[in-house]
């Protein structure tokens, strides 16, 4: 029997696959389940937090003050990626991402 381990919304969870019968049990109360090859896969389901919805919102409201694309930014940018002239400073963007980090700790917790 193999052990697989998923963390869900419940918390972590393990998972008891039988190499022989193709069933699957979760916990010691739950009853194994068969699992055929030929049997459609369950739906897929996602749940979004609070805070994930929260910030979806705050999201969504920025950028629909925004053009969705600043022309007079993106053709610079552009012909010094083409011409082989653009490049970044990648302390001061590890700089940057850490300051979001820290300035977002919640996100990451």
Known sequence: MGIMK?????????????????????????KETRVSPHSDPPPDRVEISQVGQELMGTAKAALASEPDVRAERVKPLQAAVRDGTYHTDSAKIADAMIE????????FS
Request: glycine share 22%.
């Open 6 to 30: 998923i963390d869900g919304l419940g918390g972590p969870k393990e998972l008891q696959t039988n190499k022989k019968t193709g069933g699957v049990r979760g916990g010691r109360d739950s």
């Open 100 to 107: 979001y980090v820290q300035k977002h700790s919640q996100l």
